[in-house]
């Protein structure tokens, strides 16, 4: 026979009464004297109301770079999470572009009307798709798409590495916010700043070049 290891907790749980109690207490490493219950993952509440469309459903021409004009965002967050700066990185250039948030907050709708201020800068063919994480700052990712027309896939849980491109960034962005700073400090005028300096770093991946000139190539082409 083969004794799962929940049926032995159901087992020592269902003994611990009376002055078992506290030696099942003192034996259980979590010190608890009854089973917690285990929510069943298929049954949790959805993050969004809106349907997320996940990252596996990402056509193939967005997978493999082919096609520019594609980016991932997260967020950059300061001190205690009371403020953060959005990134925007496209996938084939590597061009990084910082979103200001009012007073750095990130609710969902300061999160989307700052990526609709950013994203409609650029030409209608950079506007590809945006990947994101499932952070409750994107709840409103339906708004963003319906008012820019770009699709929004989303990573699975726990997946950071599904946005290489961003990850690689905000490594190097760290430099100029720092970990326990207030990100409220820093104004639009000083993330275009620190954007154009990364943007005119060279990069092995890109042979070289800098994100600035990716870019630029496809602007005038």
């Known amino acids: 026979m083969r004794v799962s290891v929940e049926t032995i907790y159901q087992a020592l749980y269902f003994q611990a009464r009376g002055g078992l109690k506290r030696e099942v207490q003192a034996a259980v490493r979590s010190g608890r004297t009854r089973r917690k219950p285990r929510r069943d993952p298929q049954r949790r509440t959805p993050r969004f109301t809106d349907p997320m469309v996940m990252i596996s459903d990402r056509p193939a021409e967005i ?4 096609v520019p004009g ?3 965002g997260d967020l950059i967050i300061g001190a205690a999470g009371r403020s953060a700066i959005a990134t ?3 996938r084939s250039t590597r061009y990084t572009m910082l979103v200001h948030l009012p007073g750095g907050a990130h609710d969902a709708e300061t999160v989307r009307d700052g990526l609709l201020t950013t994203v409609q800068t650029l030409p209608a063919h950079l506007r590809g798709s945006l990947t994101w994480d499932q952070g409750s700052e994107m709840a409103r990712h339906h708004q963003f798409s319906t008012a820019t027309g770009m699709p929004v896939y989303f990573c699975d849980p726990a997946s950071p590495w599904q946005r290489g491109s961003n990850e690689n960034t905000n490594g190097p962005l760290r430099q100029y916010f720092p970990k326990g700073t207030d990100l409220s400090n820093h104004t639009p005028e000083d993330l275009e700043h620190f954007a154009q300096e990364l943007n005119g770093r060279p ?3 890109l042979d070289w070049d800098t994100p600035a000139e990716r870019l630029r190539d496809l602007l005038t082409t």
Do not use: N, S
């Open 63 to 66: 997978e493999d770079r082919a």
């Open 70 to 72: 594609h980016w991932e």
């Open 88 to 90: 925007l990185v496209e």
């Open 203 to 205: 990069r092995k991946t």
